[in-house]
């Protein structure tokens, strides 16, 4: 059963402007960590930015920052000042610590708009 | 510092054969994981070695076994194969049991 919940399949964005990502997941683990992957049509899949569970701050990495609520387990990804190299699929993920199994959402294809 | 590699790039099957598929993990990286991504879909993991042995799988079926070699490079096998076989499968690889995965450019595997 998919634990990852992207509701966004598909989102568009005007170049220079901010986007916001969804991102839902379902675990009863307290320790676990949060990433964003990029895909690009290259295929490769890139990491953007990680969260760990147990940290309030919200991570930031440059122009990408993510807004955690652990409570809600929702973790979105806020992409500002958008550029043309922006547009790929991007996945949310999950693994909980001392396990092996990644979880992955379907994805949002990102289109950026010039 | 290389990064993960995979061969083939693609691969063309029939029903019914057999695929071994190829990843060299990033150097230091200890830990390989394989994921089949279906179209349209995001990765599955399938599963991970570590130090040679099976350390974890996902729900795939016995048919989908693997390697992982003194060098930590690994293969991943998939015998009998089904149409529904055909994705993109992905390996990645990371240090003992830090987190944070690379992820090669994956293998196009198609069954007809």
């Known amino acids: 059963a998919q634990t990852v919940t992207q509701s966004q399949p598909e989102m568009s964005v005007q170049e220079a402007e901010t986007v916001t990502l969804s991102c839902t997941y379902d675990?009863?683990?307290?320790?676990?960590?949060l990433f964003w992957y990029k895909q690009p049509p290259s295929r490769q899949m890139i990491l953007v930015i990680r969260q760990e569970a147990y940290k309030q701050q919200n991570a930031t990495e440059n122009r990408f920052s993510v807004n955690f609520q652990k409570a809600a387990k929702s973790f979105s990804l806020k992409i500002s000042d958008s550029q043309l190299g922006d547009a790929a699929m991007y996945f949310c993920?999950?693994?909980?610590?001392?396990?092996?199994?990644?979880?992955f959402g379907a994805g949002t294809r990102l289109t950026v708009k010039p | 510092e290389t990064g993960v590699t995979q061969s083939p790039t693609h691969l063309i099957k029939t029903r019914g054969q057999q695929v071994t598929l190829r990843c060299s993990s990033q150097?230091?990286?200890?830990?390989v994981s394989w994921y089949q991504q279906a179209l349209g879909q995001g990765p599955q993991f399938i599963f991970q070695y570590y130090r040679e042995e099976e350390n974890g799988r996902g729900n795939f079926p016995p048919r989908f076994s693997g390697l992982q070699f003194p060098n930590y490079s690994s293969e991943l096998n998939v015998n009998a194969l089904e149409l529904d076989d055909s994705a993109l499968y992905l390996c990645?690889?990371?240090?003992?049991?830090?987190?944070?995965?690379?992820f090669g450019p994956g293998t196009r595997l198609t069954v007809l």
């Open positions: 150097s230091g990286h200890n830990t």
């Open positions: 675990t009863s683990e307290s320790d676990y960590y």
């Open positions: 990645a690889s990371r240090r003992d049991h830090y987190n944070e995965q690379f």
């Open positions: 993920a999950y693994i909980v610590e001392n396990n092996n199994d990644m979880r």
